[in-house]
């Protein structure tokens, strides 16, 4: 049997798999940031005609995996598998959109590092000959997760400045055994660390530790350097936990400094949209992701990329219980070429 | 490359992975039912030392994987993948026991379909050549899931009939690329099936049209017929479920009447132990597969399983603003030959 797997932690496809298609759909409020001009669709309001902000957010990921399928050119009948979760309890975002297709679906929980979970296990399911045609996606909703994780949106509770402001967004990834790029060549899968932090409103210092282990292990599998990247992006770890993955990069020997961006800091303008530390949510990096980052690597203007979508495993419950915030991170190496 | 797919849903695999070690932690009330003599610890009590059921149900995950490498002679650092997932909000029970080791881990939410979720991407994972062995864990708690989904315990409220009893317990498996098996040689990956019942007290009829789809797609792709079993067993169907997946199958012109079972059915005496139509949880199908199934396969009284585990995807968010409650299932085929 081929061993595929490069040092530790890491995957190097034979065969790597070709994104053919992308969507992103967003909020308002995303809407007005900084990437606006990269999303597919900007929401009017965060309900969409629906009834709840929870069916919304199941609209959102339906609606982006129908686009990205547009996108891809490609019908429905032709996906063999489709992986996605969200925040939600019992990721029922993604459980009440995978109802509308008839697609066999593999629920993921990996709290905001979704995007790259998935982008990870679909581009196994293709290189290992499983499928031709896999979905990855995500999607988060500021109004389904302020109140279910912190307070109700009623009690107009002031929010610190180490909080983030979860993106209402879904992201779709149409992955392929055939296209022309861009191509995922590597996955490094990331394990749980826990720093210890306990406080639910300042998740960026929970999950550095996790996003820069994983990109060390990245390095130290496949030998890439810093300087083979155009950017290294982690999922939202924002302003206060970037700067805290950089220093524990560095004592490894890596200066990302150059190359180094997080989702959640690219996503809103914090000065003028009240936003604090940055964005958060699954939905961070699947709509920088699938609009921004997908965009200029089809133009070229980014050659190889490492996308390292980052999750905080906790629950209000684990967190009312006195438990510690576990992180999470997985790195996926997105180029032009089929190297 | 090669194309392993075979019919529309099912992989077949060209090195089938092998059962290499099973772990199973139950409770009180499952070590006094009918499958006692299976299980490998039976606790004393629900809370196993722990501060809260939460923190025990951690405990119970895991313990399972650690009695599972231990059962399988393998350690800790051989494991390339942990796949695990759970019931709780969050998967915590999963991300914190994955906290205790020093293994890349992808978290899952099928909700009670997960051990066959996992076994399913486990056995991908090998079989594509990304690694030589990896975990599959579940769990699932009676006083977690009570009080998550359903009312505090002691509120003591009266349960409808349809009512299932949530599994306490913990199951693991590790599959390896080597072994002499039992092996998994095909994997048919469920549909997400929503046949609108509303009811959260009645989850079996939720679920068996999703179980019953799965396996009459796994007859149709692989050509066997119910002769070639000598179990096909659903996950948490339980009595009212399984009679009606039964009679969905039959009318696809497969009788599986012979050698068909739930582990909802076998894991309680229902009369003696008042668990109206049978258990539930995650824990459920993992107890009854990694010791009843698994103990079985290994001395050859059961020669080739269809382990079907079937989640009901609902959250109690989902079950207050009206929606119905989907299903979904994955079948997983395991046989002592490595046909």
Redesign the interface.
């Known amino acids: ?5 490069i040092g530790e ?1 890491t ?1 190097k496809f034979d ?1 790597p798999p070709s994104i053919i298609g992308t969507a992103t759909i967003v909020g308002p409020k995303e809407g007005e940031g900084p990437l606006k001009d990269y999303f597919d669709l900007v929401l009017q309001d965060d309900l969409w005609g629906e ?2 902000w ?2 919304c957010e199941t609209k959102l990921q339906q609606e982006a995996i129908k686009m990205a399928l547009k996108n891809a050119q490609l019908i429905e009948s032709k996906v ?2 489709l992986f996605a ?1 969200d ?6 975002a993604s ?2 959109s ?2 509308q ?11 905001c590092s979704t995007m790259s ?1 998935s982008l ?2 679909g581009a ?2 293709l ?5 031709e045609n896999v979905v990855c996606a995500t999607s988060s909703h500021f109004s389904t997760a302020e109140r ?1 994780y912190r307070f109700p949106l009623e009690h107009g509770n002031q929010r610190p400045l180490t909080s983030q402001w979860t993106v209402t967004g879904a992201g779709a990834s149409v992955l392929s ?1 055939y296209g022309m790029g861009p191509y995922i060549t590597h996955v490094t ?6 720093p210890g932090i306990k406080d639910a409103n300042n998740m960026g210092p929970a999950m550095a530790p996790a996003a820069a282990d994983v990109i060390v292990a990245h390095f130290n599998d496949t030998g890439f350097t810093p300087e083979d990247y155009d950017l290294i992006i982690t999922g939202d770890l924002a302003s206060i936990g970037k700067s805290i993955a950089e220093e524990l990069i560095a004592k490894e020997g890596y200066d990302i400094s150059n190359i180094f961006s997080d989702c959640g800091i690219e996503i809103f303008d914090p000065k003028k949209q009240d936003t604090h530390a940055g964005g958060s949510g699954c939905g961070c990096s699947a709509v920088v992701f699938n609009g921004y980052i997908f965009k200029n690597l089809k133009k070229q203007s980014l050659k190889r990329v490492l996308l390292v979508s980052t999750g905080a ?6 967190v009312q ?1 006195g ?1 510690s915030i ?1 992180g ?1 991170a997985h790195a996926v190496s997105i180029s032009t070429i089929k190297e």
Do not use: C, H, W
Not at 87 to 92: D, H, R, S
Not at 189 to 194: A, C, E, L, S
Not at 313 to 318: E, F, G, H, M, N
């Open positions: 049997m081929a061993q595929k797997k932690q995957v065969n009834e709840s929870e069916k063999e598998y979760g925040l939600l309890n019992q990721i029922t459980s009440y995978a109802r297709f008839d697609i066999p679906f593999f629920g993921l929980y990996g709290a979970e990870s296990l196994m399911i290189d290992g000959g499983y499928a279910q055994s899968t990331g394990k749980v660390i826990d495993l906790l629950s209000p419950t684990s219980q438990e576990p999470i």
